[in-house]
T-cell receptor, first 112, second 116 residues
Framework: GQQVMQIPQYQHVQEGEDFTTYCNSSTTLSNIQWYKQRPGGHPVFLIQLVKSGEVKKQKRLTFQFGEAKKNSSLHITATQTTDVGTYFCAGAGGTSYGKLTFGQGTILTVHP | NAGVMQNPRHLVRRRGQEARLRCSPMKGHSHVYWYRQLPEEGLKFMVYLQKENIIDESGMPKERFSAEFPKEGPSILRIQQVVRGDSAAYFC??????????????FGQGTRLTVV
């Protein structure tokens, strides 16, 4: 079945440093979504990428979708303490139409 | 427009009891998904349902677990004869159409199940 791998599992940064998490799918995706989960909270949708090579920005966050639509990345510039949480990518489509397959997530800790 | 509502938020069950988790999707959403999450782990897909139909239950354990999404009322995830290993957070999500059709999923706040 479809697998979505995400690295790194943990990332500790000093406030102001940049952060990147990477996501790879075993199959070609129709779209990839990114979610953020605060400690003790629930996943909240951040963004969706659909087109090959697509790049989207939300303030300090930059999301990319690979040309082959099998990998994606999330980059945060100049992290802040409010960025702490777990960032998940989730792939849809391919052989698993109709369900979102989540990566394991990257737990981001930001030290002030 | 209320979000995805899950109840209860916290549920404690003794081994061998039944756990019933409820999820009311957002208004207008007919697609419901259940995920399980262990502490500091990812979201593991369990089941995908549309009204009155199970579309994909490939992530659901074959025994003791069942899910339904009736024509009227919330979606129910039922775990019979719970064991300690069932302790986890169970999240429900809903969407207007299937995710493969480029639509986001909205998550409920989850039910934290503790089996003692």
């Amino acid at each position: 079945g479809q697998q979505v791998m995400q690295i790194p599992q943990y990332q500790h940064v000093q406030e102001g440093e940049d952060f990147t998490t990477y996501c790879n799918s075993s199959t070609t995706l129709s779209n990839i979504q990114w979610y953020k989960q605060r400690p003790g909270g629930h996943p909240v949708f951040l963004i969706q990428l659909v087109k090959s090579g697509e790049v989207k920005k939300q303030k300090r966050l930059t999301f990319q979708f690979g040309e082959a639509k099998k990998n994606s990345s999330l980059h945060i510039t100049a992290t802040q303490t409010t960025d702490v949480g777990t960032y998940f990518c989730a792939g849809a489509g391919g052989t698993s139409y109709g369900k979102l397959t989540f990566g394991q997530g990257t737990i981001l800790t930001v030290h002030p | 427009n209320a979000g995805v509502m899950q109840n209860p938020r916290h549920l404690v069950r003794r081994r061998g009891q039944e756990a019933r988790l409820r999820c009311s999707p957002m208004k207008g959403h007919s697609h419901v998904y259940w995920y399980r999450q262990l502490p500091e782990e990812g979201l593991k897909f369990m089941v995908y349902l549309q009204k009155e139909n199970i579309i994909d239950e490939s992530g659901m354990p074959k025994e003791r677990f069942s899910a339904e999404f009736p024509k009227e009322g919330p979606s129910i995830l039922r775990i019979q004869q719970v064991v300690r290993g069932d302790s986890a957070a169970y999240f429900c999500a809903s969407s207007i159409t299937a995710p493969g059709l480029n639509t986001e999923a909205f998550f409920g706040q989850g039910t934290r199940l503790t089996v003692v």
